[in-house]
Each structure stands twice: as C-alpha cells, then as structure tokens.
C-alpha cells in the first residue's frame, strides 16, 4: 500500500492522520520541525510572557511542545492520532541534552519562567471539536491544525479553543498556503467563536481590494504579488503595490480604534499565521 506524504484529504479522518504521522516518523522530521519553530515562535513567546500553562491542540509529532516544557512552561499537547501521542509521550527522551541549539534557544527566550525542576508535560488522546484539554490557558499553540476542517468540525474546533484560554489569554494558529476565500472562513469561524483578530477589518479590505484588479495573485509576507501568466509582469506588481498605502492608513486607523478591545483584560485574542511555501 502507498504511504500517503500529504495531510488526509478529510481532516476528520483520524486512522489517515495516524498513516501520515507514521510517515512523517520514517522521515526523521520532528527535530527539524522543533528547531523551526523555535526561532519563529520567539517573538510571540517574549510579547506574551510571563506565561504558564500552555495547549497544543494537534500536536502531532512536533517536539516544540516539549522544548517549552523544558524552557518552564507547564505544557498540554493533544491529538486524535494514536501515533502522535504515542510520540509526545517519548517526546521529552528525544530531546538533545546540554550545550546544544536547545540551550542558545532557552537563553534568547528569557524573561520566560526558566525553572529547572522537571518539565511540566503532559501528553493525551483528545478530539478538539469536543471539550477542551481543561480551561485557564494563557495560550494555546495551534500549528497548522485547524486550516483542514470545514463546517461544524471548524466551528465546534474555534469553540473548544475560545473555552479553554482564560479571559486576557491569547491563541495561535499557524496555517500553511491558505489563501483568499480560505482566510476568511477560518477568520469568521474564530470572529464566531467569541475571539477577537487584531486588524482583522484591514486585512480584509487588503485582500478584497487585491482580487477587485483582477489580477491573480498570492499574499506572500503578508503583501499581494502576481502569480500564474502576470508573475513577471511589472505592471500587475505595481498595481497591487499601489494598495500598500492605503492599506497602512487604514491599519493605522484600526490599531488606535480597537487598542482599548485589544488590551482589555477579558479579550481572547486570536492571532493568524498565514505561512506559504
Ligand atoms: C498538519 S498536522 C500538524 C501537526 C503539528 N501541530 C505540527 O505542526 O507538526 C495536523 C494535526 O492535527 C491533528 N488533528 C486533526 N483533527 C483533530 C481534532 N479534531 N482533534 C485533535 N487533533 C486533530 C492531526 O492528527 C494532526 O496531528
């Protein structure tokens, strides 16, 4: 039989996400995955210290659940894979000891709680479209593990994750390629939920006034460019960078309107990465 390489077509099929899991095993990728995630997860880990208990809902086999264990963190990971929490459990073991990447990490992510006592880690079976893996979060880590779900799976999943952060407590969610029509049904499932996206109505008027030129293109870095047949042309690119400006007033204007949303001490904020490549 074909092992599959790509995530299941039918995200809630949990025996395809074991398969790929398996794969993905056989490929050695955890420890290249942890380091990745490392560097891009620092400015949010510093923005948000001090912090404690952390969830990684669809944890998969990533071993970033336990570096932050080891950095003090008291960390949660869940999955419906067998294979993945089978993993996690192991996760702590496969971890490089001293003088390593893992340390130069540990240092730049100071002033986070750096307590040397045994890591704080637990690792379960759970399902994220039903109750959460406890309340009082102050942050919940999803990589790459909602873009997948549709319907009721994705609205139920944006629930579970708003009831298990405390008021004040912030989520992530990373998604890979997700683009256009995409961003904003998982965007309004998590508005729906009851969380708040900072500059949610700029990022917006961005991506409607990028597809009324016409032009098809892709937001890379978070800005519009041509793809497909006007990838090289020079007219296309000027056209879509002609909105940056306008874009930024309106962001400018946003930020001053929602910061007292932002910073109040009961907004759940959720925060969207959209990575491509
Ligand atoms: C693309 S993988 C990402 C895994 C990991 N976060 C990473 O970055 O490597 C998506 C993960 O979500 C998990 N998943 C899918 N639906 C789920 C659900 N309803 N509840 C919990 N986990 C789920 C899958 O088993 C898989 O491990």
Redesign the pocket.
Known sequence: MAISHA?PKD??D?DA??E??RHRLELRKPIE?AKR?ISHYLRYLRAFAPMDRVW???????L?PAVLATFGLNVVA????EV?IEFQQRALDLLPKGGSWLDQAAREVEPMPMRHDAPKFGASL????DEPAGQNFDAVL????LQ??TGH?LES?CECHFLALKPGGFAVF?T?NVQGERRETLEQALLDAGFVIPLVESERWYRHAAQATGIEHAFVLGNPIPIGEQRNDDEAREVLRGLFEEYQTLRELEFERTKPLLEHSNTKIAQLIYNTG
């Open positions: 995530p995200w809630d949990v996400w074991d790929f899991h995955i995630e990684f809902p669809g944890c998969g086999i990533s970033f869940t999955d419906t894979a993945a759970q399902d994220f479209r999803n990589i790459r593990a997948g779900l799976s999943a990373e890979q």
